[in-house]
C-alpha cells in the first residue's frame, strides 16, 4: 500500500517471496540495486536516508530501534553477527571505521 512511489532505477532486480511493503511517499534513486531475500517485511513512515559511498556486509544483523538517526560520510562496517538494541540513539561522525 504505497502513495507517490517512484523509482528511478537501471538494472533493479529484485527476487523475493512475500514481500510486503506499506509505506507513504518512499523515493528510491539507485543504480545497479539487487535485493534477493525471503519474508521481508518493512513498515515504515517518514523514512529519509542520503548515503554516499556506503558499504555494508553482514551475516545475521539484528536491530531493534526506535528514533534513530544517523548522518554519515563514507561509513563503512563490516560485521559477523552485530546486535543492537536501542533508544533514540543519535551518531553524527565523519570516516568512522568499525571492523568487527
Known amino acids: 500500500q504505497d502513495t507517490n512511489l517512484k ?5 533493479l532486480k529484485i527476487q523475493d517471496t512475500n514481500l510486503k ?3 507513504t511517499n518512499l523515493k528510491i534513486q539507485h543504480t545497479n ?3 534477493q531475500h525471503t519474508n521481508l517485511k518493512i513498515q515504515v513512515t517518514n523514512l529519509k536516508i542520503q548515503v554516499t559511498n556506503l558499504k555494508i556486509q ?8 526506535t528514533n534513530l538517526k544517523i548522518q554519515h560520510t563514507n561509513l563503512k562496517i ?3 553477527n552485530l546486535k543492537i538494541q536501542h533508544t533514540n540513539l543519535k551518531i553524527q561522525h565523519t570516516k568512522f571505521n568499525i571492523l568487527t
Open 7 to 11: 523509482i528511478q532505477d537501471t538494472n
Open 21 to 23: 511493503i506499506q509505506d
Open 33 to 35: 540495486l539487487k535485493i
Open 58 to 65: 553482514h551475516t545475521n544483523l539484528k536491530i531493534q530501534h
Open 78 to 80: 563490516q560485521h559477523t
